[in-house]
């Protein structure tokens, strides 16, 4: 048991120090997670050398708690799953492109396939206004909206149909602002965003008062899936309780 554990506290690790090497964020639970197993391995072995019988009420109390989170997690996992292969309808009036980061000037990763989805969807969704959401956070020389609006007039979009939204910083704030420039909550409105993060974005939209929005899921970095699906289930889990969903 210590050995498994023991391997399992090591691959979280080293994926801990894989995305701290490239700046992800929330990448601290895999620390924490490391940590838990190594524990958990020192704490049994320890057990097992002294001969130590641990309380029985205590463990009910430990597996039941553990018991709960896996279920949570679980369940946030298969809502998020649920709409990772969202399609627009073909009659959009509005498609909000909601903002990630950008690299000075360049689209991140993330923000590419977001706006390529778009792209690729736009003319088949009835060529509605595009309404680009994201301001300027820290390491972006430019807002996120003015970003995706270079790269889709690029792909031949004409300019007159986006709207940019360029003060939000959260995807909350997207959908509010969006709201505030345009009736799309009245609206035929397609939400865009990686698969991973369709779910949330569309609950939070109908919380909002958006009466007839569908989700439009673009891809993401495979490499990094793992974790933004972990990540994703905490923030699900987060907005749950703070009554945004």
């Given at each position: 048991?210590?050995?498994?554990?023991?391997?399992?506290?090591?691959?979280c690790?080293?994926?801990?120090?894989?995305?701290?090497?490239?700046?992800?964020?929330?990448?601290?639970?895999?620390?924490?997670?490391?940590?838990?197993?190594?524990?958990?391995?020192?704490?049994?072995?320890?057990?097992?050398?002294?001969?130590?019988?641990?309380?029985?009420?205590?463990?009910?109390?430990?597996?039941?708690?553990?018991?709960?989170?896996?279920?949570?997690?679980?369940?946030?996992?298969?809502?998020?799953?649920?709409?990772?292969?969202?399609?627009?309808?073909?009659?959009?009036?509005?498609?909000?492109?909601?903002?990630?980061q950008?690299?000075?000037?360049?689209?991140?990763?993330?923000?590419?396939?977001?706006?390529?989805?778009a792209?690729?969807?736009?003319?088949?969704?009835?060529?509605?206004?595009?309404?680009?959401?994201?301001?300027q956070?820290?390491?972006?020389?430019i807002?996120?909206?003015?970003?995706?609006?270079r790269?889709?007039?690029?792909?031949?979009?004409?300019?007159d149909?986006?709207?940019?939204?360029?003060?939000?910083?959260?995807?909350?704030?997207?959908?509010?602002?969006?709201?505030?420039?345009?009736?799309?909550?009245?609206?035929?409105?397609?939400?865009?965003?990686?698969?991973?993060?369709?779910?949330?974005?569309?609950?939070?939209?109908?919380?909002?008062?958006?009466?007839?929005?569908?989700?439009?899921?673009?891809?993401?970095?495979?490499?990094?899936?793992?974790?933004?699906?972990?990540?994703?289930?905490?923030?699900?889990?987060?907005?749950?309780?703070?009554?945004?969903?």
């Open positions: 048991m210590e050995l498994i554990l023991g391997i399992l506290g090591l691959l690790a080293l994926y801990f120090a894989l995305l701290v090497s490239i700046g992800m964020d929330f990448s601290w639970i895999w620390l924490v997670g490391a940590v838990l197993f190594w524990g958990i391995a020192a704490v049994h072995k320890y057990t097992v050398l002294h001969s130590i019988v641990i309380a029985k009420g205590l463990k009910i109390a430990v597996i039941t708690v553990f018991a709960i989170g896996l279920l949570v997690f679980v369940i946030a996992e298969g809502c998020i799953v649920s709409r990772m292969s969202a399609e627009p309808k073909e009659d959009l009036d509005y498609m909000v492109v909601l903002g990630a950008v690299h000075g000037e360049r689209p991140s990763r993330a923000l590419k396939l977001r706006l390529e989805k792209a690729q969807e736009w003319e088949r969704c009835g060529k509605p206004t595009l309404l680009l959401s994201g301001g956070g820290d390491g972006e020389s807002t996120e909206a003015e970003c995706m609006k790269f889709l007039v690029e792909k031949g979009i004409p300019e149909k986006m709207i940019l939204e360029d003060e939000s910083v959260s995807t909350m704030e997207n959908l509010q602002f969006c709201a505030r420039l345009s009736d799309c909550k009245e609206k035929k409105t397609g939400i865009v965003s990686n698969n991973f993060h369709v779910y949330r974005a569309l609950k939070l939209a109908k919380k909002q008062g958006y009466q007839d929005v569908c989700g439009v899921a673009a891809g993401s970095d495979w490499r990094y899936q793992i974790h933004y699906m972990v990540r994703e289930a905490f923030a699900l889990v987060k907005e749950k309780i703070k009554g945004n969903i």
